[in-house]
């Protein structure tokens, strides 16, 4: 069948070359009975495909069933797959056939393949090399002859580096890979299927057709839809339903079209994004770092001092230290203080060459008692919260920004610390 014929057929818009070539693989392997995996984007068609290589094959008579693997939960999974015996688990009261029994002879869909157990990724790999599988519960060794699709929206061959799947599936599903392109790469498909939506959405709520004019039309094509299909039908069906104006301008398409913001906002992957388990030891990393660059200056300031004999001079050399400590140190109010800081010194050569033994400028009582800072940690980031929510004026966007963490974090050491 020609790739226009399997077009109309099943009603897929568009003409983009990347388009064309998915569905002539998928009209090449229809008539073979190797397994597939179809890779794409949510929302881009992956399950149309399906449908096409079901229908296209010897099996398209036989049953067709799509599972999504995410959807069912892992205690379960196999139960559902495989089927299970009266009293496998608690809950069993009876026999339970399986999809890969039930679909004997056709073609199952395996949907988000990537989210499977892996206990339950070893029992498929049994049924794609052998046809064999055991029910949950039973020792008795059943056959089966189904075809299997896979689909999912990840990066397998990452998801298999990580250890979230078995690599020995991966190579045995991806026999022949299909990657249906997303929406963003069609740009000249995206009007041609925004009109085939708007017509059918009209002719369903009986209303007026909706046409775009041509800053509309460009907004449309050039917008990345992360959606793909499904975010495209979406918006669609919105303007055919909500606007009186059937001719929709930029301006008005622009309010049903998400800003976009470099990231996109779907439960997808998602590269170089900051891991919330890392953020606390970020802060900590962050406190030590900043008590050893102290501790090396005040080592610094200590042995010139003790080399120098704490002449005026070595002061003005440290100056910019000296100043700094001066700052950061808030001073007893008591006159009989042992610990005394007459004033920070300044970097002036005139009064530096009038006062030769100007060591009254900055007096320290040898005897003074030496005061230990806090090492705790808990108090160390307490107090960088306090200093980015004073600086950034109590706006937690901008101090969880300056601190390094995200905003939920930055809420929660709040709440924790009693800030």
Not at 50 to 63: A, C, T, V
Not at 236 to 254: G, W
Not at 383 to 412: F, N, V
Request: charged share 25%; proline share 5%.
């Amino acid at each position: 069948m020609e790739i226009q014929e399997i077009k109309q057929r099943f009603g897929i818009i568009g003409n983009s070359p990347l388009l064309n070539r998915a569905i002539n693989i998928a009209n090449q392997v229809a008539p073979t009975d190797i397994s597939v995996l179809i890779t794409g984007e949510s929302g881009s068609g992956k399950e149309v495909f399906s449908h096409i290589i079901h229908q296209m094959s010897p099996r398209k008579h036989g049953p067709f069933i799509a599972v999504n693997c995410g959807a069912i939960p892992e205690g379960t999974i196999d139960s559902e797959l495989f089927g299970h015996e009266k009293g496998a688990y608690t809950g069993a009261v009876g026999e339970r056939k399986g999809y890969f029994e039930t679909v004997n002879g056709g073609t199952i869909f395996l949907d988000e393949i990537a989210e499977m157990p892996l206990g339950t990724q070893a029992r498929l790999l049994r049924v794609l090399e052998s046809g064999q599988y055991i029910k949950v519960g039973s020792s008795k060794v059943e056959k089966t002859n189904v075809r299997v699709i896979a689909a999912t929206n990840v990066d397998v061959y990452e998801a298999v580096k990580n250890g979230k799947f078995r690599e020995d599936l991966y190579y045995r599903l991806n026999t022949v890979p299909l990657r249906i392109p997303p929406l963003r790469d069609r740009k000249e498909d995206v009007y041609l299927i925004f009109r085939k939506f708007t017509s059918d959405f009209t002719a369903k709520y009986r209303s007026p057709p909706i046409q775009l004019d041509d800053p509309a039309q460009q907004v449309l094509i050039n917008y990345s839809w992360p959606g793909n299909v499904r975010q495209l039908k979406n918006i669609a069906e919105q303007l055919a339903v909500l606007e009186r104006d059937r001719t929709i301008t930029a301006q008005v398409l622009l309010t049903y079209i998400p800003h976009e913001q470099g990231n996109r906002n779907l439960p997808m992957r998602i590269e170089n994004q900051p891991k919330e388990d890392f953020s606390e030891r970020d802060i900590l990393y962050k406190v030590l770092f900043d008590m050893k660059r102290d501790m090396v200056e005040l080592k610094k300031l200590v042995a010139d001092l003790i080399e120098h004999g704490g002449v005026a001079a070595n002061y003005a050399d440290n100056n910019q230290v000296i100043n700094q400590l001066y700052r950061d140190i808030e001073l007893p109010n008591n006159p009989d203080s042992q610990f005394t800081l007459q004033h920070p010194v300044h970097n002036n050569n005139s009064s530096n060459n009038n006062n030769n033994n100007n060591s009254d400028n900055f007096n320290i009582t040898q005897d003074a008692e030496e005061v230990e800072e806090s090492l705790s940690l808990i108090e160390k980031e307490s107090d960088l919260i306090r200093k980015a929510l004073k600086k950034h004026r109590g706006k937690r966007k901008l101090a969880a920004q300056e601190l390094g963490i995200s905003e939920r974090t930055l809420y929660r050491k709040i709440k924790e610390l009693n800030l």
